[in-house]
C-alpha cells in the first residue's frame, strides 16, 4: 500500500474549497496553510489562461524532511503517508530548509512544525481526506497507487502527469494532471505584488516580522492605482521599479496571482552566529594542536587559555542554536531522542563530545598530568575538525536550498576555523604574551586566507545546476549582498589582512588582521546563511 494524490489541472476551477477544508478539517491558524490554490496568470490579451495548482506536502517516498528531523517528530509510515508529531518536534525549522516544495510551516499557536498529513486520521478510519471529500470537480483523486482497481493506479497508468522538482530525488507521490511550468516552477514567475487576491497578510506567529514592509510601500500602492485606473501609459513609465507586476500581464509574461505568504528567512542571525562561535571554539583547539604536533612547546598557560577560550565559545554556539528553536523547552530532545540520519543530532553529540574532551585536557594541564595527553589530543582534534565542518552536512541535508549543497562548503567550514583560531590567539597573545609556537600564527594565517579566497572563488565560479544556485550567486556578487561581499567579506576579511601580514611586520598589524578576519567572517556566513533562504521554494 502506497498512497498518493494527483490533481486534475483540468478540473481545478480555482474555488479553494480545499484549502478552507484543510483549515477546518485541522483548525488551521490564520497566515499558514497545510494545502492552498496557486494561481499563475499567462499569455497576453486576450489569448490569456489563469492557471491554478493545488500546493501541499508531496508525502515524497525519500522524504528530505524525515532524514533532517532530529528528534522524528517527521516519520513515513507504512502506507506512504508522512505524518508528524508535534509532541516531539523542538521547532529548529531544518525540515522548512530540507522541503523542497515549501510544505511546511511553524503554527503560531505551538510554535512546532506542521503540514498536510494526508487526513491520517480520516484514512484510518476508512474516509478519504478532508480535501478530496469537499472538491466540487473531483479534481482531487487521492488513494492507493499500488492497487490497480483505485482511481489514482488507473489515472497513473493512463494520463501524461508530472511532478514538482523531479530532479531533488525526493520521489513525490503528488502527481498533476495538465500541469503547467509556468506554475509547477517557482522560478518560471517573480514573487507577487500586492494586489486583490495575492495581499496575504503575514501577521501570525513566526512569520508576522515583514507584513508593512513588504504590503504597503508607496511605489506599490502607486502603481496598483495605475493599473486600476487602466493608465497603461503611467504603467508602462513605472516599469522600473521592483516590483513590474502589473506590467507583466500587458507583455504577456507569466505572473503569480495568489500565492502563500512568503516565509521568509528562517534561519536567522542566530545560525550565522553558531557558525562563527562554532568556528572559535574548533580553531581555538586546533591551533595549539599544530603547534604540538609541529614540535613546538606550548606552555600550561596557553593550554589553559586554548580550554578556556574553546569552552566559551562551544557555550555561546550552544547557546545560539537553543534561541534558534521555536520550542528551546525541548532542546535536550535532540539528545535523549535522537534521530541518527540527521546531522542536526550528529552535531549535538560532536558539541557535547569535543566540550568533554577539552574538559578533560584542560583539567589534566592544570593538574600537570602528562599521561595520555598525546592521545587525547588526537582524538579532540578529530573532534575539532568534525565540530568545525558538521554544519555543511546539515546544510547538504536542506535539499530546498541548492547553493548549500556545493561540495566545497566542508573546506569552507574548516579553513574558517583555522582563520579563527589564528585570530583569536593574536589577540589573546595581549593578556598572557607572545610564546615561541606562536611564530607560526602569521604563516598559518596567510595559508589559510589563501585557501580561503580560493575557496570563495570556487563556490562562486562552479558550474551550478540550478537556477536558484545561480541567482544567489548573482544577489551575493551583483544583488543585495554585493556591498557585503566585496567590501567587508573579500576587501576587509581576506584581501587586507592577507597584505598586511605578507607585507608587514609588528605586533600590530597582526592584530588589526586578526580583527579584520573576524569581521570578514561574521560577514561571510551572514550572508552564506540569509542569501540562498530568499529564493521561494514554491
Known sequence: MKYGFIIDNRKCIGCHACTTACKSEHDVPVGVNRTYVKQVEKGEFPDTRRIFSVMRCNHCTDAPCVEICPVEALYTREDGIVDFDNNRCIGCKSCMQACPYDALYIDPDNNTAAKCNYCAHRVDVGREPACVTVCPEHAIIAGDMENPLTEISQLLARQAVKVRKPEKGTNPNLFYIDGDDASLVPEATDKSGPGLWNSQARGVGHFAKAAEKMMHTNDDVDLLQMTIDNDIEAAYQRKDTENPNYIDVLSGKARRVYDTPDKGILWGWEVSAYVFTKAISAGAFLIPFLAIMLGY??????????????????????????????????????????????????????????????????????????????????????????????????????????????????????????????????????????????????????????????????????????????????????????????????????????????????????????????????????????????????
Open 297 to 538: 612547546e606550548v606552555s600550561p598557560t596557553a593550554k589553559l587559555w586554548s580550554a578556556g577560550i574553546s569552552l566559551v565559545f562551544l557555550a555561546l554556539t550552544g547557546l545560539f542554536l537553543v534561541m534558534d528553536l521555536d520550542r528551546p523547552d525541548r532542546f535536550l530532545n535532540v539528545l535523549l531522542r535522537p534521530q541518527w540520519k540527521s546531522w542536526l543530532v550528529k552535531g549535538g553529540y560532536t558539541i557535547t563530545v569535543f566540550g568533554l574532551l577539552v574538559t578533560i585536557w584542560g583539567a589534566m594541564t592544570f593538574f600537570e598530568i602528562q599521561a595520555g595527553e598525546t592521545i587525547l589530543l588526537w582524538i579532540t582534534a578529530a573532534f575539532a575538525i568534525l565540530l568545525a565542518i558538521y554544519t555543511a552536512f546539515l546544510f547538504a541535508q536542506a535539499k530546498g536550498r541548492d547553493f548549500w549543497q556545493s561540495p566545497t562548503l566542508p573546506l569552507h567550514m574548516l579553513v574558517h576555523s583555522v582563520m579563527a583560531g589564528v585570530s583569536i590567539f593574536v589577540l589573546a597573545a595581549l593578556i598572557f604574551g607572545q610564546e615561541d609556537w606562536m611564530s607560526i600564527l602569521k604563516n598559518t594565517l596567510i595559508i589559510a586566507l589563501v585557501v580561503n579566497l580560493f575557496t570563495l572563488i570556487t563556490e562562486l565560479t562552479i558550474t551550478h545546476p540550478t537556477t536558484s544556485a545561480k541567482t544567489v550567486v548573482k544577489m551575493i556578487t551583483k544583488g543585495r549582498y554585493k556591498n557585503l561581499f566585496w567590501f567587508v567579506t573579500v576587501l576587509i576579511g581576506n584581501i587586507i589582512p592577507l597584505a598586511l601580514l605578507y607585507f608587514g611586520n609588528g605586533e600590530m598589524l597582526a592584530v588589526v588582521s586578526g580583527i579584520c578576519v573576524l569581521v570578514g567572517i561574521v560577514i561571510t556566513e551572514k550572508i552564506w546563511v540569509e542569501a540562498p533562504q530568499r529564493i521561494p521554494l514554491a
